[in-house]
């Protein structure tokens, strides 16, 4: 899976926001990677790490949101001023150069 990041052409549109923005992305999906990897094993010491790895992994994804939400890069406890933010990152986006 190709992250944000390795979509970007233009490095200097690299900023803090933009890799809190992946890495939150990312910790989500290791969160529910997880969770199905624990519901498909039958194995308990498995289990145990597979369960040790999701509080990590549910734990980063805090830390993360926590970060971005005291630095007014993720509106959680706004939807109007969420996707407002959105829409201007989407405006931003589709002016981006593409790789090709």
Known sequence: MASILDKINNKELINDEVIATDLLVTSKAAVRSYAVAITETASPKVHKILKKQL????????????????????????????????MEKAELALKMPTKK
């Not at 992994?57 to 939400?69: N, W």
């Open 55 to 86: 509080d990590e992994a549910i734990d980063l994804h805090h830390q993360v949101a926590t970060y971005m939400i005291e630095n007014e890069m993720y509106h959680a406890y706004d939807i109007e001023e969420q996707v407002d933010h959105d």
